[in-house]
């Protein structure tokens, strides 16, 4: 019993350096499967976000655009632009207290969507949505006419992209791609829509967007 009692026998080094390595195993699987919850989390919010973002931000215009009878800016159509001006029947369809506009502005690599009560994009602005992935998000469609081919949008006001006065009587349409972007490159979130000016011309005697 003495003997036992006061034996120095313990773990070899190898033993301990056996255990160690187990322990290391098991210990890095688990590290690893909490930090890929932890990076899944943080994506599912940030793509959540941006979807949350970009409707929103599509809702408001939307609600803009149908309310307007003329788009001041740009003055050509069927061409990208960071910018557009909405005249509303408030003030006669001229510009006034009640002129809207809706432009982009550069954040880093990224754009912001911003929103100013004026007939140009300064003074106050608001900002509606961030982390933008192009400037250049809107086409002015203009009223009675039509686009040739799907990919005719933006392109330019020759005929071969775009066909006026083809007796469609269509409301006039600010086309908007929204794409928004708070993660990586491939986990962008895209909105694409035709809004129609519902207080609009029908039809546009020289095929021009002022008219």
């Known amino acids: 019993m ?14 301990m350096v056996t255990v160690m ?3 290391g ?23 959540f976000q941006a979807q949350q973002d970009t409707r929103i931000a599509l809702d408001k215009l939307r609600r ?3 309310s307007a009878c003329t788009i001041s800016t740009p003055t050509t159509y069927n061409t990208w632009t960071n910018s557009v001006t909405l005249y509303l029947s408030s003030d ?18 990224k754009f912001l969507l911003q929103r100013t009560l004026a007939a140009s994009c300064t003074g106050t602005l608001v900002t509606i949505a961030e982390s933008l992935t192009s400037a250049n998000i809107f086409a002015y469609i203009p009223p009675n ?8 949008v933006g392109v330019g006001m020759t005929g071969t992209d775009i066909a006026t006065q083809d007796g ?7 086309h908007v791609d929204l794409t928004i972007n708070r993660t990586k490159a491939t986990r962008s979130y895209r909105l694409v829509d035709d809004i129609a000016l519902r207080n609009g011309p029908r ?5 021009v967007a002022a008219c």
Do not use: M
């Open 64 to 66: 803009d655009v149908h």
């Open 2 to 15: 003495r003997e036992q009692l006061g034996g120095e026998g313990g773990y070899s080094l190898v033993e």
């Open 145 to 152: 006419s039509h686009l040739v081919t799907s990919t005719s």
């Open 92 to 109: 006669a369809c001229v510009s006034g207290t009640h002129s809207v506009t809706w432009c982009t502005a550069a954040s880093g690599s």
């Open 21 to 23: 390595a187990i322990l």
């Open 168 to 174: 469609a009587y269509s409301a006039p349409r600010l």
């Open 203 to 207: 039809r546009c005697g020289t095929g």
């Open 25 to 47: 195993v098991v210990l890095g699987g688990v590290v690893a499967l909490f930090t890929s919850g932890i990076k899944a989390e943080s994506d599912q919010n940030q793509r």
